[in-house]
T-cell receptor, first 111, second 112 residues
Framework: GENVEQHPSTLSVQEGDSAVIKCTYS??????FPWYKQELGKGPQLIID???NVGEKKDQRIAVTLNKTAKHFSLHITETQPEDSAVYFC??????????WGAGTKLIIKP | DTGVSQNPRHKITKRGQNVTFRCDPI?????LYWYRQTLGQGPEFLTY????????KSRLLSDRFSAERPKGSFSTLEIQRTEQGDSAMYLC??????????FGDGTRLSIL
């Protein structure tokens, strides 16, 4: 079945710098890759997603890239702000249409 | 759009007791999902419904767990004879068919 690995587990960046979180997946049949942001005490919130027929997608300061050949996808956050501090999860939708999640990255924005 | 609502937000119970959680999805969403999340991990899929039909259950869902969605709207998740290992955040999500899933803020279960 699908397996998703996410790195790093913790990322600390200076406010205003960029942050990059990377995920790899194992099932070449996976075709949908969402990214969620989870704040303390809240449920995950979808921030951006990408389908396998697209290599890159951007929404303001957030972008996601997908390399189907290498089976990895990445989240890029530019001009980081204090409110970007949270745990970020990547996921891949497997051939049973279920989301398989990475273990999460705790992003810390230093003032 | 009022979002996905889960109740209660917190539940503390003694080992061996039964607990029930409720999820109210976004009104037009036909799919409803239950997940379990432990500290430092991503959500783990438990089960999902399309309308009132329960279409898939994870191996994680032991026979002490049961979920219902009787009228294709709200859903309940019941855990019987709770064990220490059941302590977790239980998340509900809903979606319109294969569109993105939207999550509630979860029910945190603590077993004493």
């Amino acid at each position: 079945g699908e397996n998703v690995e996410q790195h790093p587990s913790t990322l600390s960046v200076q406010e205003g710098d960029s942050a990059v979180i990377k995920c790899t997946y194992s099932d070449s049949a996976s075709n949908y890759f969402p990214w969620y942001k989870q704040e303390l005490g809240k449920g995950p919130q979808l921030i951006i997603d990408i389908r396998s027929n697209v290599g890159e997608k951007k929404d303001q300061r957030i972008a996601v890239t997908l390399n189907k050949t290498a089976k990895h996808f990445s989240l890029h956050i530019t001009e980081t702000q204090p409110e970007d501090s949270a745990v970020y999860f990547c996921a891949a939708r497997d051939s049973n249409y279920q989301l398989i999640w990475g273990a999460g990255t705790k992003l810390i924005i230093k003032p | 759009d009022t979002g996905v609502s889960q109740n209660p937000r917190h539940k503390i119970t003694k080992r061996g007791q039964n607990v029930t959680f409720r999820c109210d999805p976004i009104s037009e969403h036909n799919r409803l999902y239950w997940y379990r999340q432990t500290l430092g991990q991503g959500p783990e899929f438990l089960t999902y419904f399309q309308n009132e039909a329960q279409l898939e259950k994870s191996r994680l869902l032991s026979d002490r767990f049961s979920a219902e969605r009787p009228k294709g709207s709200f859903s309940t998740l019941e855990i019987q004879r709770t064990e220490q290992g059941d302590s977790a955040m239980y998340l509900c999500a809903s979606s319109l068919s294969q569109q993105p899933q939207h999550f509630g803020d979860g029910t945190r279960l603590s077993i004493l």
